[in-house]
């Protein structure tokens, strides 16, 4: 997959792009976890969330952070990385000028960065958050949530706790009705679903839950 650098706020932000063969495919953006431990866009969960809209058709790009790999600048605890997610995103829509549908899919920090996102852009349409850390970061700008998505978490997980997920749900639901949220759980699973089967259920979630709302998508339009 082509190798790209996007001009970013703080200099050139290094990422892999896959573009989709139908005109006016959906597109995607995904979000690597903490590149203070070690997060890239090469990590296990972030590249195959990437390989999985990619198969369903999306154009889609992942990218490093500033700071990381060969993206320049230095780590800002996350107004700087919103911003590259930003910067991230033009780019992605200028070269998918007609595309039916935006997403942004994250892995934990990455989740929080792209919840953010979302509060900021209108044209995204739906997410996938792996892990929200919402134990470790405020999410109450989640006021309210514009879209539905996906959350997935391991209840075993000992980054996350999945006690704050739990009741992040209950406030997405709490704003947009028993449908706001899609929560799956993943009996027995850490923060990086390393056990076997693990990764490829939560991918099995991901993928149906592309399906379903893209087939809701269609129909409204």
Request: proline share 7%; hydrophobic share 35%.
């Amino acid at each position: 997959m082509p190798e790209i650098m996007i001009t970013g706020p703080a200099g050139r932000l290094e990422g892999r792009y896959k573009h989709a063969k139908i005109p006016g495919s959906p597109i995607a953006l995904i979000l690597h976890p903490n590149p203070q431990r070690g997060g890239t866009m090469n990590n296990k969960i972030s590249y195959s969330l990437f390989q999985t809209f990619a198969e369903r058709g999306f154009s889609t790009l992942r990218f490093n952070f500033r700071g990381v790999g060969r993206s320049q600048g230095e780590f800002s605890h996350g107004e700087g990385e919103l911003s590259d997610a930003a910067s991230a995103l033009d780019w992605l829509q200028s070269v998918n000028p007609g595309a039916s549908s935006v997403w942004v899919g994250g892995f934990s920090f990455g989740s929080w960065i792209g919840m953010q996102l979302l509060m900021r852009r209108p044209e995204i349409d739906g997410y996938v958050s792996i892990a929200p850390p919402a134990n470790i970061y405020d999410f109450n700008f989640l006021a309210p949530c514009p879209n539905e998505g996906l959350i997935v978490q391991g209840d075993n997980d000992q980054v996350v706790a999945i006690d704050s997920v739990n009741k992040l749900c209950d406030k997405l639901r709490d704003q947009r009705g028993p449908n706001g949220v899609d929560y799956k759980v993943i009996p027995g699973a850490g923060h990086f679903f390393n056990k076997p089967g693990e990764t490829e259920l939560m991918l099995k979630y991901v993928s149906e839950y592309i399906s379903q709302a893209m087939n809701a998508q269609e129909a409204a339009a």
